[in-house]
């Protein structure tokens, strides 16, 4: 074998080297000085397959019509105990959230009981109907607005300003699948930590290719193209996710979240050259 050819690997090597330090991603940015690993450990076969052009995915992914990521899966958490107003002493009901009291309209402290999903009367699982989820939104916001309170006390405006922004933040929670997943498996002790380190070599040679891609597409048409493909990737990670959560198989679940990570943010780059 000549020099040329033997060399032909490490220079491989040291191209992908390159385009791994420079993704704009914490994670693999780590991965260079974490793991130890021939050349060749790297050399995984990338799908050529492009899907057709789709619309940027980051704020619209709820759940497909024909998927069902349920399972009819019970979390945990518990819906608050009884509470009592701190104006008139009525007493909550279970089963609404005690955000403002029904009976004399006095918007309640927070109380850290009341999860996200039962903030927006959800049933606690990971495929959720969007439309729904944004108008009681919408709806708890007019409840809180500021204008409605202005001639409250300063304890219930401070009370308001808490609550809403409590629930803006459930709302980006819930609506933002990723999120949604890590906050699932929060209610169920699970914690993820989304600066580990990963383990997976095949994703990330997958990640360095995609890098690769990006940086050589042409022009918008061909970047549109590349982002379908993660939002497909995307996608799939979503469903492995659904799937072993429904199985308790939280190993798993944490897995899918990892990769939905890695698609999110190579997306993010895609968005800031289109």
Known sequence: MTACCQDQPQKMWTKKLRILTSFPVALLRREVTTFSVSPSQLDFPVSSSISPQVDQFPQRYFVRNNLDFSGRFHFCSEAAQKLTCWNCNAVSSTTTPFLVCNACGSVQPVDQSVDYFHIFGLEKKYGIEGENLERKYKDWQRKLHPDLVH??????????????????????????PLSRAIYILKL????????????DLELLAEIMELRETVEEAANTQAL??????????????????????????????????????YYKRANEEIVKKL
Do not use: W
Request: cysteine-free.
């Open 151 to 176: 001639t409250k006390s300063e304890k219930e405006r401070e009370y308001a300003a808490a609550q809403s922004a409590r629930v803006i933040d459930a709302y980006r929670t819930l609506t933002d």
């Open 188 to 199: 169920e002790g699970v914690h993820v930590d989304e600066e580990e380190r990963i383990d």
């Open 224 to 261: 549109k193209q590349i982002q379908g493909e993660i939002q497909g990737k995307f996608e799939q990670s979503s469903i492995s996710f659904a799937n072993a959560l429904q199985k308790r198989k939280y190993e798993e679940a944490v897995a899918a979240t990892q990769r939905m990570t």
